[in-house]
């Protein structure tokens, strides 16, 4: 099963060693008699899509979660994890993503929150100055953290992190959030942090070119069970990409979902690559003539609650048809743009058009009516009503169709969902099965079956792959290729490079709630594609 | 003829009242800066008034009372906690379950048995007493030294301890709170049974301090008028007491008013600290300071 | 992924699908479990109470039989029981609505009160033909009830003030100015008898024409037009609930309200009519109960029946169907309460064993959610966990 490549010369006892570590969530094995060493002074990837046991390993590790067999050993004696306290005592740190800042909080409260004790400030300030100098983190410990970009956030967790002097850091995903100038950054800290204090980094991530670029050892895992493990430096994107979904992977849409798309190919490479599976040319218009763009965004000014300015003159067009890319880091905007298209705030200013047609921003449902169907990218939130059946969900946005004045046609609605599940393959017991008992990707396929239903004019599809694993991935690209050969424009709203460059004809860069670019398909590199993102014209 | 004299009897009959208000507002604003609200304050006071009474009449001694109308309190608390915060039930329904028990049981006992009343003593500052309209502030029942005391312990407790830290960030973000190894439900009853402690406390005042006795539903909505503090308040422990002054002087209004003279319409009276309650919301419930979790029911891993 | 035990496929040939009667005979393993165990609450709940008794002095046999001679053991008691159930219901039905839409009106007492007090007016004032004065009297009811909840609701939705604390304040003003409106001679209350007698803080009597009619009369079995027009009711907000567009939409917003924004749902007239509606169910079960049971405005009209109301919604789960025997049995236990008196044992008890059996039944159902989630450590967390939208750092500096 594994590639044992580990030196034969003996070492010292790894800092942390999981031996066959198993955790069943009823029927389901997340992890499955799991080996993992990690030593210090070395970066570790560890490597799986989305699903494959990653997180929940993680949380065995960080007490969250108590593992059914196996054993934990830190520098080679047995040791247990009841609690995250047992954790951090352990030498255990976890950098966490946007969950675990407490925004009214200052960074000081943030830093020493979770710790027993009494609350030290001048002390925990003083910490934070110096762990910051240490490691090029400057932050200043009495800012709110409300007010704080998302790098910034990041050194925050970083330092909360370090000043309990771990010895394994484990990061996951953790240049989600980040430019790419903000990630080479990290990856320097992480570099010093490791070599100079002989500290270890478990680096979480189902990207290639990061695990390639970044780590000195790596382990794959795949369906909850190791699959393979070797020095980074003696394998390639491929082998990884092989490994991590169990068969060969083309360069195509699979290769854009594992993130293989490294910062040197260039666009004719990865299109080329895409044309290799069928149907994967993005649409275009056959005269090539002008066409009234589907969607017409000018100058939307939204504020936020206290006043801050979250999209600042936004401008955008999608004509019929085209998959058009907004690609930027988390954070720019991004969120704000979706929930305006899914009619979920009011602009402070500036107009929405479909189809040429300007549309009452301030009529609730407006959009949705004109022709724009939304997949949003917290589907929990805005998308689905968890509570309600996969049959309620399917005709919550246009319960017109399968109604009467105002009764609902039960039996309209259920041929309608009838079709619906097939068409879109959703796998569910029965389309009464309250949508909550479903898989992440099914309930997307819900979401997109019920937007898709409803005939628009514009798809907006905001992080669609987000937590989807491999098939529901491709499955999900399939899917918008074909609406925009039907004519639907499309507007994928994405942080992931990769999908930009197998789904898009146009790209748009996103940054500060702006548009700073859009570029051809043809034109865009990665190179340029980085720079417009830093919110530089390129 | 509104003389000094008549002033003074309306600033001390203010503080009278208010103090009550004043003893659940601090238990109710550290619960709601925890990010919980619960309709049951009212029957933590009034199931507190009702101990206090019952404890005071068998051991002939109100302090004794007073002890254990707040921990008749905690019990309401610590039934509300475990019900929404480990069982999840929505909070609203507990708390309107539990005032409605409360209640019923209260005027259940009540009608059943007989009590001495007893009130706890008075503490006279000699001197201080006699200084015209603020005197009655230093002549008070002792309990509303206590409330002196509790005060900035509620503060130091939400603002500075360890444990207000913790419950702040619950109340912002139960999710990144709980990743940080909080436990949010368990906090979140820590809470709840502070605010039965005194808001039972607060009952217990009310029926040992000052009335000496125990009516059938003596707290009146009180309870309500204590949330509607904390909302007047901007969820700050300031603009809170501020509030339960303003109803306080309301109510001391009320029963002023016709002995001055005014003859104005009772059931108008009665109604003011209610109307009062009502426009002080509309005017200054500002969300923006509101704890963003207020509410919302935890459970981990489901967003 | 199929468990279906009835071989309920959800694809093609959807629209001739068979009712899966093999599901429905056979209740799911929770379903059984609750049951079970709301069964012991029950029966735990009524212990205690019976305990209650005993430990103050009473007797609970003679407590049980009071209970039982009040409330069911023969026609008169069926009558006041029914009696009893009818404001019930109708309250029931009305915190059926909000609950729905997730607003928590918990303001019926007051609207309940106002609503008998507007027609008492109406009745007392109008000169009209009797009928016509009874009908348009309930409307008034109504009406009353409904623009006070409503009031709540703008109060919420343009200055964002909470409903639960607004909806009861309003319920204590309803309450003073009804009373203060029954010692004015020139708004409801009743002439004096005489020069020389008090006047009284209560309204004078309905005329006979006005009062609602009824089939029976006492003390045989009496169903009051009252009853029917609930049971009415009933059954229109039940079908409405379950199968109109206004009902999906209703229940969108209960639970999610940003996904229902997404489907065109407007909050404010959805949530807010929905909160008026149930003011205007109260209203009516006032002014019910002034025109059909006791026929003069007195302040302790309302005796508690906007609370109880709101306990029968909760045992119902906000099901109008289900709030038809629970609003009976609550009827039952307060004609039966009246009989406790002669006991020795004060009828708050009946108060004591109402909100404990709200929670017995609220409690197993979550109990048993909870303890399945539980056994499973919560569903497999999701593969990754969705980014919570606002947490997001969405900082954009003008």
């Known amino acids: ?538 | 003829m509104i003389g000094t004299e008549e002033i003074t009897t309306i600033v001390a009959s203010s503080l009278r009242l208010t103090a009550p208000l004043a003893f659940a507002a601090c238990g109710e604003y550290l619960a709601e800066r925890a990010g919980t609200q619960n309709i049951s304050v009212e029957g933590m006071m009034l199931g507190g008034a009702f101990g206090s009474v019952a404890v005071a009449s068998t051991t002939g001694s109100a302090t004794t009372g007073l002890l254990a109308g707040a921990i008749v309190g905690l019990v309401v608390g610590f039934i509300h906690g475990n019900l929404s915060h480990r069982v999840q039930i929505n909070t609203f329904v507990v708390g309107l379950v539990l005032n409605a028990l409360v209640l019923g049981l209260t005027s259940f006992l009540i009608a059943v048995s007989e009590f001495d009343s007893n009130q706890v003593a008075q503490v006279n500052i000699p001197g201080l007493a006699d200084i015209p309209i603020i005197g009655p502030l230093f002549s008070q029942r002792w309990p509303m030294y206590l409330l002196l005391l509790l005060i900035p312990l509620t503060w130091w407790l939400v603002e500075r301890s360890r444990w207000g830290l913790n419950l702040r960030a619950i109340a912002d973000n139960p999710q990144a709170a709980d990743v940080t190894g909080l436990k949010v439900n368990k906090l979140r009853r820590q809470a709840l049974l502070y605010c039965g402690l005194l808001s039972g406390l607060g009952g217990a005042y009310l029926a040992t301090a000052e009335v000496g006795s125990f009516n059938m539903n003596m707290t009146a909505g009180r309870g309500f008028i204590v949330i509607a503090a904390v909302i007047f308040g901007a969820w700050r422990l300031k603009g809170t007491l501020i509030g339960c002054l303003v109803f306080g002087f309301a109510d001391a209004l009320r029963l002023a008013l016709p002995a001055l003279g005014f003859e104005l319409n009772s059931q108008l009276l009665v109604a003011a600290p209610y109307l009062m309650a009502l426009l002080a919301m509309m005017l200054f419930a500002s969300s923006n300071r509101e704890p963003r979790a207020l509410g919302k029911p935890f459970v981990r891993g489901i967003t | ?398």
């Open chain 3, 1 to 398: 992924m199929s468990q279906d035990a009835g071989g309920s496929a959800a694809t093609a040939g959807g629209s001739r699908r068979m009712p899966n009667i093999a599901q429905l005979m056979r209740p799911s393993e929770r379903s059984v479990q609750v049951a079970l165990i709301t069964f012991v609450a029950v029966a735990v709940a009524v212990v205690a109470s019976m305990f209650l008794v005993a430990a103050t002095g009473g007797s609970p046999g003679d407590a049980a039989e009071a209970l039982y001679t009040g409330s069911i053991a023969d026609t008169a008691a069926w009558s006041e029981t029914l009696k009893a159930a009818t404001p019930l219901l109708l309250v029931a039905l009305g915190a059926c609505i909000s609950n729905r839409a997730g607003v928590f009106n918990i303001g019926q007492e007051g609207q309940l009160l106002l609503g008998a007090g507007v027609a008492a007016y109406v009745a007392l004032h109008l000169a009209l033909p009797g009928v016509l004065v009874m009908i348009l009297s309930l409307l008034a009811g109504a009406l009353a009830g409904g623009l006070w909840s409503g009031a709540s609701a703008v109060m919420h939705y343009t200055r964002n003030v909470n409903i639960v604390v607004s909806t009861l304040l309003m319920s204590f003003l309803a309450i003073q100015l009804v009373s203060f409106a029954v010692t004015v001679p020139w708004i409801l209350q009743a002439p004096r008898a005489s020069a020389d007698s008090i006047a009284s803080s209560e309204s004078a009597q309905l005329p006979p024409e006005v009062r609602i009619p009824g089939f029976g009369q006492y003390p045989a079995l009496e169903i009051g037009g009252g009853l029917i027009v609930s049971i009415i009711l009933t059954i229109v907000l039940a079908v409405l609930l379950g199968r109109s567009r206004w009902g999906f939409r209703l229940n969108m917003l209960g639970l999610n309200p940003m996904a229902a924004r997404h489907a065109g749902v407007r909050a404010p007239w959805l949530g807010g009519t929905a909160l008026a509606l149930s003011g205007a169910f109260a209203g009516l079960a006032g002014a019910i109960i002034l025109s059909g049971q006791v026929f003069r405005l007195q302040p302790a009209l309302s005796n508690n029946f906007g609370w109880d109301g709101l306990l029968v919604a909760l045992i119902a789960r906000s099901r109008p169907i289900a709030a038809v025997p629970v609003a009976l049995l609550f009827g039952a236990l307060r004609s039966g309460s009246s009989f406790l008196a002669s006991t020795g044992v004060p009828n708050y008890l009946v108060d004591i064993v109402q909100a404990l059996l709200v929670l017995a039944f609220v409690v197993p159902p979550v109990l048993a959610k909870v303890r399945s989630r539980g056994r499973a450590e919560a569903t497999p967390p999701p593969a990754e966990p969705v980014p919570a939208s606002t947490t997001e750092p969405e900082k954009v500096t003008a």
């Open chain 1, 1 to 538: 099963m594994t590639d044992d490549q580990t030196d034969s010369v003996p070492r010292e006892a790894p800092a942390l060693e999981l031996r066959g570590v198993t955790k069943c969530f009823g029927p389901v094995v997340a992890c499955d008699a799991v080996d993992l060493a990690v030593r210090s002074g070395e970066i570790h990837g560890l490597l799986g899509e989305n699903g494959a046991g990653k997180s929940t390993l993680m949380k065995v590790l960080l007490g969250l979660v108590q593992r059914d067999e196996g054993t934990v050993l830190r520098h080679g004696e047995r040791v247990e994890i009841p609690t995250p306290q047992a954790a951090v005592a352990l030498g255990l740190g976890m950098v966490h993503q946007h969950f675990s800042l407490i925004e009214p909080l200052t960074v000081w409260e943030n830093v020493s929150l979770g710790e027993p004790g009494r609350v030290k400030r001048d002390e925990v300030c003083d910490q934070i100055k110096t762990v910051g100098e240490r490691y090029g983190l400057p932050i200043s410990p009495t800012a709110r953290v409300e007010d704080l970009s998302a790098g910034e956030r990041q050194r925050v967790e970083i330092i909360k992190c370090l000043r309990r002097d771990p010895e394994v850091l484990i990061l996951d995903e953790p240049t989600s959030v980040l430019t790419m100038a903000e990630s080479q950054e990290l990856f320097e800290v992480l570099r010093d942090v490791v070599a100079k204090e002989n500290r270890a980094v478990i680096l979480i991530s189902h990207k290639l070119a990061e695990i390639m670029a970044a780590t000195d050892q790596v382990t794959v895992l795949r369906k909850g069970s190791v699959a393979f493990r070797c020095r980074t430096s003696t394998t390639n994107p491929r082998e990884l990409a092989k490994q991590m979904v169990g068969r060969e992977v083309s360069l195509g849409t699979e290769g854009a979902a594992l993130g293989l798309i490294s910062e040197d190919s260039t666009p004719e490479e990865v299109q080329a690559a895409a044309e290799e599976t069928p149907a994967a040319a993005p649409a275009t218009t056959p005269t090539g003539e002008p066409t009234t763009p589907a969607l017409t965004i000018e100058d939307v000014v939204v504020k936020g609650p206290d006043g801050r300015t979250l999209l600042d003159k936004f401008a955008l067009t999608v004509s019929p048809g085209e998959i058009l890319a907004l690609y930027g880091v988390e954070g720019n905007g991004q969120a704000t743009l979706g929930d305006l298209l899914s009619g979920l705030l009011e602009p402070a200013s500036g107009t929405v058009a479909v189809n040429g047609a300007t549309v009452p921003l301030n009529k609730v449902g407006s959009l949705h009516k004109a022709g724009v169907g939304v997949v949003p990218e917290d589907r929990h939130r805005s998308g689905v009503v968890l509570d309600m059946s996969v049959l309620d969900n399917l005709v919550m946005t246009d319960l017109g169709r399968v109604s009467g004045r105002f009764l609902l046609k039960r039996r309209e609605a259920r041929k309608l969902a009838a079709r619906l599940i097939e068409q879109f393959n959703i796998s569910t017991p029965s389309m009464d099965t309250p949508l909550r008992n479903l898989s992440g990707g099914n309930q997307q396929r819900v979401v997109l079956a019920r937007e898709l239903a409803g005939d628009p004019s514009v798809l907006v599809a905001a992080q669609p792959t987000h937590g989807l694993d491999v098939g529901a991935i491709e499955d999900m690209y399939a899917r918008l290729r074909a609406a925009a050969a039907r004519g639907v424009a499309v507007l994928l709203i994405t942080t992931e490079l990769e999908e930009v460059m197998a789904l898009a004809s146009r790209v748009a860069v996103i940054s500060s709630g702006r548009v700073n670019g859009v570029l051809d398909i043809h034109e865009a590199t990665a190179e340029r594609l980085g720079m417009l993102v830093g919110g530089e014209a390129a």
